[in-house]
């Protein structure tokens, strides 16, 4: 790197290249291309992505600058310029949002016979439901205020939607304006639908009945105004875990204050009264830069709803069914099959069953003796919680769950609970380390005497749910190498036990880091030594500085670099004499992207002699340092070919749903700045794949990457969960699969 280069000049701003990857998600709402009700979901999920930054990352900044905090990040800004950026970034993208809503879907779901009305737009059967509705299901809820040296401004907790007044009494025409709230109740759905034709679907917004009926709850007053509102609260968790006496008790506590914490955004609709915005504001003690404008629905995460219940599939992206995994002829269960080979599963692409099974047969095979998990986030009515309580009945059965996966802390601690009163020895990790490696641990007496190790490590969440839906990558092994040193792992997590060594395993925070850091260097060392170079590394975030100047380093050795990240990047791609041979790419479509895989040519001719991770851990600082994290080698001939031959290609050939980073942290479409490159969705792809309509000789070349460092295709990589046998080629059912790329994801 060059010595005179100002460390700040080497990084692109955290919050800039955040906003940048909500952006590309607004993208897709906009996009005519998909999906109708599919970019209303796209838009419902910016507006909760933007709520979690606010109560986060806002929040973290606005507490820095609290405390005196001065010390600039990665782009050289200090706390105070970094908030007015985000700040000023956060306008300008909230009024995108709407102009989305208002010019694009709003008129679009009416074509299709989908309306959101007003009251004066009811004729005399919806208006009669509406009154019946607000009779029968939402008075008895409301408690209306009004804000008087009797009664105070009430706490109004983390992002509850409510309505603010502004109030006169009616005997005293001339007396002082004074304020009242009623906060719209979260038991309700905040779209009412409306009784209308077959095929049509009519909705109501809450707030809207709410406020024709305000003057019902506030008999005596004048209503002069109103306006819904939301007010966004510091959501971070603060606390020492080691002063803690029992940290799941010291989280509930700190779970109760969150919804109490201080103000950092007021969200108020455009038209409200400047008295209301005016008085909201200094209650809030906000300043006026931190007072948000909204032309539709305060909350537009709020529009998952209607995503879910307008039964339109057309609207929606044709369902998929995932590849059910197929043992061989000579596998009697699942344990025959893993003596014999690994099992890389892809999903959604790949049925996650395989998964829950494999946690099923260890909670009721008689041969398993013991059985161990980690559990970050899994869903509320897990098949896999519910053997792991089945399997204390009969088997030592160990569990670390982790209590702060943010915004789960609540159902965590429930699933502990539990799971102890079912005799589950419940683990919470490492004090001050959030547990965020993804194993399951099976020792199993085999029929033929020997007792064996059996695991599963994975990318992503123990939740069946999210597995429909975000990318992730599943390894099932016997291998004896990895099994034991995941025993170890477990030994860290219940008894802070460690080792010097945890080869193959790179376990954070112990020797990840500087593994990491050793192989880009290996990689370096190799172009250097004119041996092939190559580093191909997907994930969610790339946040560490010590990497990026160890990619940096080997960029200008001439080691090519090939990037794939979903969210974040502080790295300049690009950029001449620094990061000239480095790429980073994003892929945001009909599925999140959220699988770990590092690849290194190692000084290899062929990339079948290249070293394969995945793995929990991206590239940031909280992963690395601060969270207990595992990524493993991919040993297996074949499921390391289909990682290298599928997988990979697919993702870089991505001209459709593909973004390239410039170096000032701007992403452009792929087909944009290729125009002549063929439409290729990577995504669509691997469906077509996994339902055998696809094969690997329908991905093109990816455009912007030097010709002599493709992957040739491998012989033995399929998509057919590791069998030998191949799908034949079906090139018709290809070429019209990529006609309507754009149009399917």
Request: hydrophobic share 40%; charged share 25%.
């Amino acid at each position: 790197m060059p010595k005179t280069t100002p460390r700040q000049k080497l990084f692109n701003g955290r919050d800039e290249s955040w906003m940048q990857f909500n952006r590309r998600v607004l993208e897709e709402a906009a996009d005519s291309a998909n999906p109708l009700l599919e970019r209303v979901k796209f838009l419902a999920i910016t507006g909760s992505n933007l709520d979690e930054y606010v109560e986060i990352r806002q929040a973290s900044l606005m507490q820095r600058i609290e405390d005196g905090g001065r010390d600039p990040g990665y782009d050289g800004l200090t706390p105070d310029e970094s908030l007015t950026a985000l700040t000023t970034a956060i306008h300008t993208f909230v009024a995108d949002q709407y102009a989305c809503w208002n010019s694009q879907l709003l008129p679009e779901m009416r074509k299709q016979s989908i309306r959101l009305l007003g009251w004066e737009e009811l004729d005399e059967t919806a208006r009669a439901f509406a009154k019946n509705y607000f009779q029968r299901e939402v008075d008895p809820l409301l408690t209306p205020i009004s804000i008087d040296p009797a009664h105070p401004f009430p706490r109004v907790l983390n992002k509850a939607l409510c309505l603010a007044l502004l109030l006169r009494l009616k005997r005293k025409a001339s007396g002082p304006q004074v304020l009242g709230v009623v906060t719209v109740p979260r038991a309700l759905p905040r779209f009412i639908r409306l009784p209308s034709e077959q095929g049509k679907f009519d909705y109501l917004l809450l707030q809207d009945l709410i406020a024709q009926n305000l003057s019902g709850m506030y008999r005596g007053y004048e209503v002069l105004a109103h306006a819904a509102f939301r007010v966004t609260r510091n959501s971070n968790l603060y606390f020492e875990e080691e002063e803690a006496r029992s940290l799941l008790e010291t989280i509930r506590f700190e779970l109760h204050n969150r919804r109490k914490g201080d103000a950092v955004r007021l969200e108020i609709e455009t038209a409200a009264h400047p008295e209301i915005v005016e008085r909201l504001r200094v209650n809030f003690e906000l300043d006026e830069d931190q007072v948000f404008s909204t032309e539709g629905p305060v909350n537009l995460s709020r529009l998952f709803f209607l995503y879910s219940d307008v039964q339109r599939p057309d609207l929606k992206y044709p369902a998929f069914t995932p590849k059910p995994l197929t043992l061989s002829r000579k596998s009697a269960n699942i344990f025959e099959e893993l003596r014999q080979r690994d099992i890389l599963l892809h999903h959604p692409y790949d049925s996650y069953d395989p998964v829950v099974s494999f946690i099923q047969h260890g909670a009721h095979d008689d041969r398993v003796l013991s059985m161990k998990q980690t559990l970050y986030r899994t869903s509320s009515d897990s098949l896999m919680f519910q053997a792991l309580i089945e399997a204390a009945a009969t088997k030592e059965t160990t569990v670390v769950v982790e209590l702060m996966a943010r915004f789960d802390e609540t159902a965590n601690i429930r699933w502990a609970r539990s799971m102890e009163d079912a005799g589950v020895q419940v683990f919470h990790g490492v004090v001050g380390l959030k547990t965020h490696c993804k194993l399951a641990l099976l020792v199993r007496h085999d029929e033929d005497g020997v007792t064996r190790r059996y695991c599963h490590l994975g990318t992503g969440n123990y939740n069946p749910v999210t597995a429909r839906f975000y990318t992730d990558l599943s390894l099932l092994t016997s291998n004896p190498e990895i099994t034991e040193r995941v025993h170890t792992v477990f030994n860290y997590l219940t008894a802070h036990a460690e080792i010097d060594d945890y080869h193959p395993l790179l376990v954070a925070p112990l020797t990840m880091a500087e593994s990491f850091l050793g192989l880009i260097r290996r990689e370096a060392d190799h172009a250097r030594a004119g041996k092939p170079a190559r580093i191909i590394a997907k994930m969610n975030a790339l946040l560490e500085p010590r990497v990026i100047e160890a990619l940096y380093d080997a960029s200008q050795a001439g080691v090519q670099i090939d990037l794939i990240i979903r969210g974040l990047s502080i790295l300049k791609p690009g950029v001449k004499g620094l990061s000239e041979n480095i790429r980073v790419r994003s892929v945001v479509g009909r599925f999140l992207e959220h699988s770990r895989i590092f690849t290194f040519l190692n000084g290899g001719a062929d990339p079948s002699q290249a070293e394969v991770y995945i793995g929990s851990a991206d590239w940031m600082p909280r992963n690395l340092f601060e969270r207990c994290e595992v990524v493993f080698p991919i040993r297996d001939a074949a499921a390391k070919a289909r990682i290298q031959a599928e997988i990979i290609p697919a993702l870089l050939a991505d001209t459709v749903k593909g973004r390239l980073q410039q170096s000032d942290g701007v992403y452009l479409r792929v087909h944009d700045l290729y125009k002549d490159a063929p439409a290729f969705a990577s995504q669509d792809f691997l469906m077509l794949n996994a339902e055998g309509k696809a094969d690997l000789s329908d991905i093109p070349k990816p455009v912007g990457v030097p010709h002599h460092y493709h992957h040739p295709t491998h012989a033995n990589a399929t998509s057919d969960n590791h069998t030998a046998k191949t799908q034949p080629t079906r090139r018709s059912a290809a070429r019209r699969a990529k006609a309507t790329l754009a149009v399917a994801d």
